[in-house]
């Protein structure tokens, strides 16, 4: 049994390993551009039954509760928490925050639509809306050469200032938006894709079909709490302690029980 009682604590340890680096990660990107924050999810492990509920106790009883016993705990997976950040006035034109459900669409380059909430968009040398990394927002808008005062509406219309003066539409910025977002895969900078558990992408106009509005010359920061995340933080500081404790326990009764026999 002790030797079952050293397995369990190590997979404590592991657990509140796992969920430490999940709050380093929210933590480390609090002042990320449209970061959403993770929450660990844990489940336990298989048990053993050592004696079945109901099973007889005797000839006319039977036990009520039986013996089960736990192997421990293990990461079930760690769920993207869409509530949404605060905003932030830039000033800037082509920045733009998504507020309420959906992504913005950007071309990656093996040709894949990756989706996206930070909207700290600029203007590559041909004019083409980008991503602060270079990749161009889908569908391509182009700004020309002499445009200023570039401006980006509630619905997702860009529009500029012409050379004569004149204000000119060029293009609308459209959102996706997903069944299950949740389902998303994050695979860096700012970037998710597609998966199955995700399911399609429901592309329109912001406003439309519950997809949320925009907002120019703003940013969505991170939603990450850091006031919440430190006391996770010491949580699960603890209870790895407890854990780690666990083990010196139990070897310590192993160690006793073997100078005792």
Do not use: C, W
Not at 115 to 123: E, Q
Not at 197 to 203: D, K, L, R
């Amino acid at each position: 049994m002790s030797f079952g009682a050293l397995h369990v604590a190590r997979t404590g340890l592991d657990a509140q390993g796992f969920r430490m680096q999940v709050i380093a990660n929210n933590l480390a990107n609090v002042n990320t551009t449209g970061f959403k924050r993770d929450r660990a999810s844990f489940e336990t492990l298989s048990y053993q039954l050592m004696t079945a509920p109901g099973a007889p106790s005797s000839a006319e009883n039977r036990y009520a509760t039986g013996l089960n016993l736990g192997t421990g705990v293990a990461l079930n997976g760690t769920a993207r928490i869409d509530t949404q950040g605060t905003f932030a006035t830039t000033g800037n034109g082509l920045d733009v925050a998504i507020d309420g459900a959906g992504y913005f669409q950007v071309e990656m380059p093996d040709g894949r639509t990756g989706y996206t909430r930070a909207g700290n968009f600029g203007r590559a040398p041909d004019g083409t809306i980008v991503t602060s990394d270079g990749k161009p927002v889908t569908p391509a808008i182009q700004i020309p050469e002499d445009a200023t005062n570039v401006s980006i509406g509630a619905d997702g219309t860009v529009s500029a200032t012409g050379a004569d003066g004149t204000m000119t539409e060029l293009g609308r910025i459209e959102i996706a938006r997903f069944a299950n977002p949740a389902g998303l895969q994050a695979i860096g900078g700012n970037l998710l894709v597609e998966t199955q558990a995700s399911g399609a992408p429901q592309v329109g106009g912001a406003g439309e079909e519950g997809r949320g509005t925009l907002r120019g010359g703003m940013l969505e920061g991170s939603n990450v709490n850091v006031v919440e995340e430190l006391v996770d933080m010491i949580e699960t500081q603890r209870a790895y302690e407890v854990n780690s404790k666990m083990i010196s326990a139990t070897d310590e009764m192993m160690k006793n029980a073997s100078q005792t026999l």
